[in-house]
């Protein structure tokens, strides 16, 4: 034990506690109260027996529903990170900085905070904790959903399974479908309504289980997004048709089968206890997936799903984009090869639709969709078709001139004879005043070539195809032509440039 200390300096302290060196002893006054401090003490005595918890979803609870009408106006903001953040492991900062946010939260406002503080609040909505009602909570999870995704985008990784698994759990007055349709939130449920024929937004839901993403192509991004999702659409029901044929459902492409009677815990990754007493209830949502609750148990039918979904679908919009490139003459081309189909194609084969077959589905729908596109309707209107036979039997009954005055009818060449109208002339300025001012733009840059006129169009918010196609169908409504040719650029035909010259003033 020497060598220890072998070497070291240290100092000797003597303390005289000798008669007269006694020192009085000083009172020890009242303690300060603190009832925030007493509070928190009170909750986390919930946890005896057990005071060290973590991630303890019932203990949570409880504490949540003991620290429900608290409210706090703290001015301090305690930093805080927590997976699972939980009351227990808070520090007395923290806990008062959370339920100032909370107090302001529930007010409406609510303002930038650490992320942990958040979720506890989620946790707690999640819970019943604070809401009048499950639609109260249902509103109140949309607002902190709304107002802090834009700075913390994790939450779209939570809240869209979260608000999912509120409106089966909770008895709400709408409907899941209604509610997302309501709330515009389809894209975050895309498996549940790829088949509703009702859907809005087709393209963006299958793209959002594909493995190409078709909004960063660029034929998309180059004003070809309705376009394309109107061509899609006839794609879909072409391959329903050849479904349909082979005896299947569009879905048998990607849903091999139901798992039923799953065991079914809401909320996942979060704090949560299944804490509300129901009464015997069955929930059904688009895509075929049904939960019910038996003996206050919850258990699932629950859609099994193709692993090689995300590359069909990919697969799916990319060959209808080739087509549809093709269709229009777009350039460049892109190319669909099958051996992206490497996990589908068992399946596929299995069904009937092996890749050669499923090309040819796929191409005859656009094919026939350009060709709809393409095709003139005729409408008669038979009232005007009848004034239109009565004026002519009335000319017509004019210029019969009797036999006795045919003799006496002479012609003389010396005088005047009216000039004749000019049906080509008032053609072009009827025209003119059909022509809204974005056509009579397009016109002059076609005419001049001052300007890209995809560039033009995409400017205007129109594809340039539907803008040409707008033009000639309203010359040939005036002039009995078309006036355009449209291929990689938008050119007037020769015959006819003169003409709009003059019909702009250029």
């Known amino acids: 034990m020497d060598s220890l200390f072998s070497g070291a300096r240290f100092a000797e302290i003597e303390v005289d506690f000798g008669p007269g060196n006694t020192a009085a002893a000083e009172p020890i006054g009242p303690r300060t109260a603190d009832p925030i401090r007493e509070k928190f003490y009170q ?8 005071p060290f918890a973590r991630n303890d979803a019932g203990l949570f609870y409880k504490q949540a529903r003991f620290m429900a009408d608290f409210s706090d106006d703290y001015p301090g903001r305690a930093p805080f990170s927590m997976y699972y953040p939980y009351y227990q492991h808070m520090g007395y900062e923290q806990l008062r900085t959370y339920f100032t946010w909370r107090t302001n939260a529930r007010r409406g406002e609510i303002l930038p905070i650490a992320l942990s503080y958040v979720f506890l609040y989620l946790y707690e909505l999640l819970s019943g904790v604070g809401v009048r009602d499950p639609a109260d909570g249902l509103d109140r999870l949309m607002a902190v959903w709304a107002a ?8 779209d990784g939570y809240l869209p399974q979260w608000i999912k698994d509120y409106c089966i759990y909770y008895p709400l007055p709408q409907n899941f479908s209604d ?19 009702g859907a809005e937004n087709t393209l963006s839901l299958w793209n959002g289980i594909s493995g190409y993403d078709i909004t960063k192509s660029k034929f998309y991004g180059a004003g070809n997004a309705v376009l394309l999702e109107s061509c899609f659409a006839a794609v879909l029901r072409g391959l329903r048709e050849a479904c349909a044929r082979r005896r299947l459902g569009l879905d048998d492409l990607l849903i091999y089968g139901i798992c039923r009677g799953v065991t079914w815990n809401p909320f996942g990754r979060a704090l949560f206890v299944p804490w509300l007493q129901q009464p015997d209830r069955r929930v ?5 997936e049904v939960y019910t609750c038996r ?25 209808t984009e080739a087509c549809l490139r093709e269709a229009v003459k777009y350039s460049p081309k892109i190319t669909v090869s099958a051996a992206a189909l490497r996990q589908a194609l068992p399946r596929l084969q299995k069904l009937g639709l092996p890749p050669p077959e499923l090309d040819r589905v796929i191409e005859k729908a656009v094919a026939d969709f350009q060709s709809g596109r393409n095709r003139r309707v005729v409408t008669v209107n038979r009232q005007n078709l009848a004034r239109i036979r009565e004026e002519a039997l009335g000319t017509q009954n004019r210029l019969i001139v009797p036999e006795e005055d045919a003799s006496q009818t002479i012609l003389s060449v010396s005088e005047p004879q009216a000039e004749p109208l000019n049906l080509i002339s008032d053609g072009w300025s009827a025209l003119k005043e059909a022509l809204c001012a974005t056509e009579r733009a397009a016109l002059s840059v076609a005419l001049t070539g001052s300007a890209d006129i995809k560039i033009f169009a995409a400017q205007n918010g129109v594809m340039p195809e539907i803008l040409a196609d707008g033009i000639n169908e309203k010359a040939m409504d005036f002039i009995g032509d078309n006036i355009l040719a449209f291929a990689e650029n938008m050119a007037i035909y020769e015959e006819y440039r003169e003409n709009i010259a003059e019909m702009l003033g250029e």
């Open 43 to 50: 909750m986390r005595s919930l946890a005896s027996g057990n």
């Open 148 to 155: 802090v995704r834009r700075r913390e985008p994790m939450l």
């Open 179 to 197: 509610f997302v349709a309501e709330r515009g939130l389809q894209r975050y449920y895309p498996e549940l309504f790829l088949f509703d024929l």
């Open 284 to 288: 059904e949502l688009p895509g075929g």
């Open 295 to 319: 003996d206050n148990w919850w258990t699932a039918d629950i859609t099994l799903r193709y692993a090689g979904r995300r590359e069909l679908v990919g697969y799916l919009l990319k060959k």
